[in-house]
């Protein structure tokens, strides 16, 4: 939904890719959007191992500029922020071992008011990686 068209004329994330080949779309509305990286072939949670990568692309709501908003991602040690925070890679260390790890990120548009506290979209990022 383009933006002149919701309650909020904010920008939004609309989809995510993977590098995995899998495309997510993000309903707006929400204080925060979940997705879990699913692995193509079996369609469940995908497990990743120690050293493993992937990566995430955010597609935005095109009828907004970018230097309207600002993308926060949580760091982690493995976790690569590129293109203003529009795509990460993921390298599977030690610290992102774990049986739901999470990647957040925060879109915070530069107005002086927020859709909620602080921010204006959440994306939480879910996957599983195995030590071995």
């Known amino acids: 939904m383009a933006g002149k068209d919701k309650d909020f004329n904010i920008?939004?994330?609309i989809k995510v890719n993977d590098s995995l080949g899998n495309e997510y779309i993000i309903k707006d509305g929400r204080a925060g959007?979940?997705?879990t990286i699913i692995d193509p072939v079996t369609k469940q949670?995908?497990?990743f191992?120690?050293?493993d990568k992937f990566?995430?692309?955010l597609i935005l709501d095109p009828s907004f500029s970018e230097d309207s908003y600002e993308?926060?991602?949580?760091q982690k040690e493995g976790i690569e922020i590129l293109d203003n925070g529009k795509r990460i890679n993921v390298t599977i260390t030690n610290q992102?071992?774990?049986?739901?790890v999470i990647a957040t990120c925060k879109l915070v548009t530069k107005n002086e008011w927020h859709r909620f506290l602080g921010y204006d979209q959440q994306l939480?990022?879910?996957?599983k990686a195995l030590p071995h």
């Open 11 to 13: 920008p939004t994330i």
């Open 33 to 35: 959007e979940s997705l």
């Open 45 to 47: 949670k995908k497990v």
């Open 49 to 51: 191992y120690l050293g």
């Open 55 to 57: 990566s995430l692309n």
């Open 71 to 74: 993308l926060i991602w949580r």
């Open 96 to 100: 992102l071992i774990g049986e739901s």
């Open 124 to 127: 939480f990022v879910n996957f």
